[in-house]
């Protein structure tokens, strides 16, 4: 059973920084693509950034020189780093792992993220 878990989110005032980071349960980590998306309210899920097992990263347009993507393998664990925040990036962001022989997808629980003043 794999479980991930989200945490960093918040309120940040336009311009600023946070740090989301998901912690996956179970033994597929390393054996895993993992990606974060964000859903804003009416609109889509949309892929945000990804990583792949073997590290190659890629970015929404959107978000590119602004948010960073980061895995360990040593702990389970994958960060996105973003800065220079603006209101159009406010949605709750959710952890994604897709497991590379069996193509299933698990879900974080999402965290929400508000750029507001």
């Known amino acids: 059973q794999v479980q991930l878990v989200e945490s960093g989110g918040g309120l940040v005032q336009p311009g600023g920084s946070l740090r989301l980071s998901c912690a996956a349960s179970?033994?597929?980590?390393?054996?895993?693509?993992m990606g974060w998306y964000r859903q804003a309210p009416g609109k889509q899920r949309e892929l945000v950034a990804r990583i792949t097992r073997g590290g190659t990263i890629s970015y929404a347009n959107s978000v590119k020189g602004r948010f960073t993507i980061s895995k360990d393998n040593a702990k389970n664990s994958v960060d996105l780093e973003m800065s220079s925040l603006k209101p159009e990036d406010t949605a709750v962001y959710y952890c994604?792992?897709?497991?590379?022989?069996?193509?299933?997808?698990?879900w974080g629980q999402g965290t929400q993220v508000t750029v507001s003043t």
């Open positions: 994604n792992l897709v497991h590379i022989r069996t193509m299933r997808n698990y």
């Open positions: 179970g033994s597929i980590f390393s054996d895993s693509s």
